[in-house]
């Protein structure tokens, strides 16, 4: 968290700067229905060329600008980031840069090896975010919808374990008629292991993954589903800001985590920037368009002239899409979460 008592640039709604996330690659090795089904991501779909990709140096300079601007805390995403070749470069990159306090990653696990752990946490990377949302094999590789066997993620898990980029975190997305019946062997399978689950409700990012606010587990029912079994007490977040309301046993056995942002949203408190791949700043996770930070870097514009101009798209800003969500936001040609990351 930024140490100023004051927020170094504050949104309209008092929002600080203080989380970017920067997504390194529009592409995936997996199509989970909830995120980027098969049949709009299909073997013609048009993905990024790599020439119009944000280069490591341009990342890393543009992370080095909102770390001035208060950000204190930065995620890789995707699309699947590790994707990305000589991903642990970026990290020693970005892990250098004076006053930032976290670098962490969310991944689908798929390519997390021991040895490509071990090099990203020697790299700088603090800590680890792996999406998992099922443990039946059968379920799981439906899914990810490419016959991806669930064995390999909890490899995945263990080898972030070996490789100490602690706290682990287990992200689940909790579809109702889909996957809600996977909630308590999750919960039981990570119990005791200091593994944190993250249980988020199915969210309308982006157009193409057929959302239904029916299909929509509340946060509170999961919790009511877990307590029945293992009884729980809340926990006080670990930062303003975090976006998981957080849980613990009561018997010791570890906590997890409960992500609301549709029957509960954070918008009040956001304080989250997301750098796309080909460098468009957006404000807001349900955004529509983006700010081509791109076009600066590459350009003659000064380190100063970036910094303003981050500085004056934030403080105008004034999203809060999961509070006014229904009827004001249907049919928003909002932008995919595979492009911009969670």
Known sequence: MNNASVPVVQDTRRRGLEDLRISVTDRCNFRCVYCMPKEVFGSSFHFLPRQELLTFDEITRLARLFVALGVRKIRLTGGEPLVRRDLDVLVSQIAAIPELEDLAMTTNGSMLTVERAKALKDAGLKRI???????DDELFRSMNDVNFPVSRVLNAIDAARRAKLDPVKVNMVVKRGLNQDAILPMA????????????????????????????????????????HQWPLEAVAPTRPGDVATRYRYRDGQGEIGIITSVTHPFCHSCSRARLSPEGQLYTCLFGQSGFDLRALVRSEASEQDILDKIRGLWARRDDHY???RRSLTQGLPKIEMSHIGG
């Open 129 to 135: 975010t792996i999406s998992l949302d099922a443990l």
């Open 188 to 227: 039981d399978r990570f119990r005791g292991q200091d593994v944190v689950v993250r249980f988020i409700e199915f969210m309308d990012v982006g157009t193409t993954n057929g959302w239904r606010l029916e299909d929509v587990v509340p946060g509170a029912d999961i919790i009511k589903q877990i307590d």
């Open 322 to 324: 999961s509070e006014i």
